[in-house]
């Protein structure tokens, strides 16, 4: 049988066609525009992601025995506000994981209501990205369409309800919207309350490989498939891209270096930061995960390869850059503020250390050096925890780099597992659908027959002492100039 995944990023909608052996048939990716209305604001408009996507099923499924299509499953970019009225139309464009509009309602949500309360409701604690305090700005800010909300959803759930008329998410996704008990996998009263909304608003949960329901019938016309296609719940993009690398079960690692980047740590139990640095969110294998996110991560390299030096060609800027951990340049990669550790919206991006004979590749390391130690922050409070983490697999745009790569397994002091099959949320989101559709009897299982490493890097001594004293540096900087962002 063949399974659908599909990956509703930020900038694409990327589709990928598995078999049930896990072999990748085909991968077909479309993009769509992101909207800036105001500095710091990031929207969408939600039938650019629909219109993308069916577009996108088409070419995927063409040349192919459609008979054989089981299951569609989803993985999607977090945190992200749809609403819909009482005719089912989109109230306003989606506000984004990464809009930074909401640091007033952050500020009430974390301070005012107050951490401890929220941590007991959530497991978490309030994010500029996360959905509730977007919920709060629209009440304060926009009334009239706060009060025609009859449906809320998350971007990938948006999908999933044009696609089958299943009203649903999962629980890894409805983790991030700070409106979900975590450690009970159903929805907060106390936060519901907090927000004004009611329950019948919210989608119905399920684990992220149930099947919700079936492919509308004129959908399944329209793409030339037979009645019948189950619909899998699917799972929050980095959620759907450990189970693409294998990170289920107990105490596995996944770094992610996509448009934001983040430290993914799997855990059969429940556990929460005291400190809340790291969000502790229920994840796709039917268990538990602990996840440091920075905001601007592979996006940092592409902003300055595209913006800055007006290039497309990234190897180029990479290729003679040897003098590893001797960089005398920082770079501090908070583009769009920053979440783990810092809980920052107001952070910026900043280079340090420059001097007359500071050349472009030094200002290019610098950006690649900058987000691992920027990830590492997230990784020493997990080791402050007690969470041993001796090896990580990686997935992402950015770990195509081999430099990077080799960076990270020196900065985090960690081997780097590479997979054969580097495709995250999309394969992630296909695997979830061949659990839903029997194929596997567990996420576990389908991870366990699916996912091969076959390549680590090691972290290398000499690297390791000399980027330990260049790390102590970097997390000097950020308390160094913190009140001035927030001043500014």
């Given at each position: 049988?063949?399974?659908?995944?599909?990956?509703?990023?930020?900038?694409?909608?990327?589709?990928?066609?598995?078999?049930?052996?896990?072999?990748?048939?085909?991968?077909?990716s479309k993009e769509y525009p992101l909207h800036f209305p105001?500095?710091?604001?990031?929207?969408?408009?939600?039938?650019?992601?629909?219109?993308?996507?069916?577009?996108?099923?088409?070419?995927?499924?063409?040349?192919?025995?459609?008979?054989?299509?089981?299951?569609?499953?989803?993985?999607?970019?977090?945190?992200?506000?749809?609403?819909?009225?009482?005719?089912?139309?989109?109230?306003?464009?989606?506000?984004?994981?990464?809009?930074?509009?909401?640091?007033?309602?952050?500020?009430?949500?974390?301070?005012?209501?107050?951490?401890?309360?929220?941590?007991?409701?959530?497991?978490?604690?309030?994010?500029?990205?996360?959905?509730?305090?977007?919920?709060?700005?629209?009440?304060?800010?926009?009334?009239?369409?706060?009060?025609?909300?009859?449906?809320?959803?998350?971007?990938?759930?948006?999908?999933?309800?044009?696609?089958?008329?299943?009203?649903?998410?999962?629980?890894?996704?409805?983790?991030?919207?700070?409106?979900?008990?975590?450690?009970?996998?159903?929805?907060?009263?106390?936060?519901?309350?907090?927000?004004?909304?009611?329950?019948?608003?919210?989608?119905?949960?399920?684990?992220?490989?149930?099947?919700?329901?079936?492919?509308?019938?004129?959908?399944?016309?329209?793409?030339?498939?037979?009645?019948?296609?189950?619909?899998?719940?699917?799972?929050?993009?980095?959620?759907?891209?450990?189970?693409?690398?294998?990170?289920?079960?107990?105490?596995?690692?996944?770094?992610?270096?996509?448009?934001?980047?983040?430290?993914?740590?799997?855990?059969?139990?429940?556990?929460?930061?005291?400190?809340?640095?790291?969000?502790?969110?229920?994840?796709?294998?039917?268990?538990?995960?602990?996840?440091?996110?920075?905001?601007?991560?592979?996006?940092?390299?592409?902003?300055?390869?595209?913006?800055?030096?007006?290039?497309?060609?990234?190897?180029?800027?990479?290729?003679?850059?040897?003098?590893?951990?001797?960089?005398?340049?920082?770079?501090?990669?908070?583009?769009?503020?920053?979440?783990?550790?810092?809980?920052?919206?107001?952070?910026?991006?900043?280079?340090?250390?420059?001097?007359?004979?500071?050349?472009?590749?030094?200002?290019?390391?610098?950006?690649?050096?900058?987000?691992?130690?920027?990830?590492?922050?997230?990784?020493?409070?997990?080791?402050?925890?007690?969470?041993?983490?001796?090896?990580?697999?990686?997935?992402?745009?950015?770990?195509?780099?081999?430099?990077?790569?080799?960076?990270?397994?020196?900065?985090?002091?960690?081997?780097?597992?590479?997979?054969?099959?580097?495709?995250?949320?999309?394969?992630?989101?296909?695997?979830?659908?061949?659990?839903?559709?029997?194929?596997?009897?567990?996420?576990?299982?389908?991870?366990?027959?699916?996912?091969?490493?076959?390549?680590?890097?090691?972290?290398?001594?000499?690297?390791?002492?000399?980027?330990?004293?260049?790390?102590?540096?970097?997390?000097?900087?950020?308390?160094?100039?913190?009140?001035?962002?927030?001043?500014?």
């Open positions: 049988m063949l399974y659908i995944g599909v990956d509703l990023g930020t900038s694409a909608v990327k589709l990928l066609l598995m078999d049930g052996d896990g072999s990748i048939r085909k991968i077909v105001q500095p710091g604001w990031s929207e969408q408009q939600p039938e650019d992601w629909y219109r993308q996507t069916i577009s996108g099923l088409k070419e995927l499924l063409a040349d192919t025995d459609r008979s054989q299509a089981a299951g569609i499953s989803f993985g999607g970019q977090m945190h992200g506000l749809v609403v819909l009225d009482q005719d089912d139309k989109v109230i306003r464009p989606a506000i984004l994981w990464n809009d930074g509009r909401t640091g007033e309602e952050t500020e009430y949500l974390n301070q005012t209501v107050g951490k401890e309360k929220l941590s007991a409701y959530t497991a978490n604690i309030a994010f500029a990205g996360f959905t509730a305090p977007k919920l709060l700005w629209m009440q304060k800010h926009e009334p009239e369409n706060f009060a025609a909300i009859r449906k809320i959803m998350l971007p990938k759930d948006y999908l999933a309800y044009r696609l089958s008329g299943s009203f649903c998410t999962d629980v890894s996704d409805a983790s991030g919207m700070l409106l979900m008990d975590v450690k009970n996998r159903c929805w907060s009263r106390p936060m519901l309350e907090i927000c004004g909304i009611g329950e019948e608003m919210l989608p119905k949960i399920h684990e992220s490989y149930q099947v919700t329901g079936e492919l509308r019938p004129e959908i399944a016309a329209e793409l030339g498939l037979g009645k019948g296609v189950k619909v899998i719940a699917g799972a929050g993009d980095n959620a759907a891209a450990a189970v693409g690398t294998g990170t289920v079960g107990e105490g596995k690692c996944n770094l992610s270096l996509g448009t934001s980047g983040t430290i993914f740590i799997s855990s059969r139990r429940f556990g929460a930061d005291p400190a809340n640095a790291l969000h502790s969110f229920a994840h796709a294998d039917g268990n538990y995960h602990l996840m440091g996110c920075m905001l601007s991560a592979a996006s940092c390299n592409k902003w300055w390869n595209e913006e800055i030096l007006r290039t497309g060609d990234f190897a180029r800027e990479q290729a003679g850059i040897t003098a590893l951990g001797d960089n005398s340049v920082f770079f501090l990669p908070y583009l769009m503020g920053e979440r783990s550790p810092h809980n920052d919206p107001d952070a910026r991006a900043m280079f340090f250390g420059m001097s007359m004979d500071t050349t472009r590749k030094e200002m290019t390391q610098a950006v690649l050096e900058g987000v691992a130690f920027a990830l590492r922050d997230s990784l020493e409070v997990a080791k402050s925890l007690g969470i041993p983490i001796e090896r990580t697999k990686i997935c992402g745009g950015g770990a195509r780099s081999s430099l990077w790569k080799r960076m990270i397994a020196s900065i985090l002091d960690v081997r780097v597992d590479v997979i054969a099959q580097e495709e995250g949320p999309a394969l992630g989101a296909a695997m979830l659908a061949a659990v839903g559709c029997g194929e596997y009897a567990s996420v576990e299982e389908a991870a366990g027959a699916i996912v091969r490493v076959v390549d680590t890097i090691e972290p290398e001594p000499e690297l390791v002492g000399k980027y330990k004293q260049k790390y102590e540096q970097f997390r000097r900087l950020y308390p160094a100039v913190k009140e001035i962002f927030s001043n500014s």
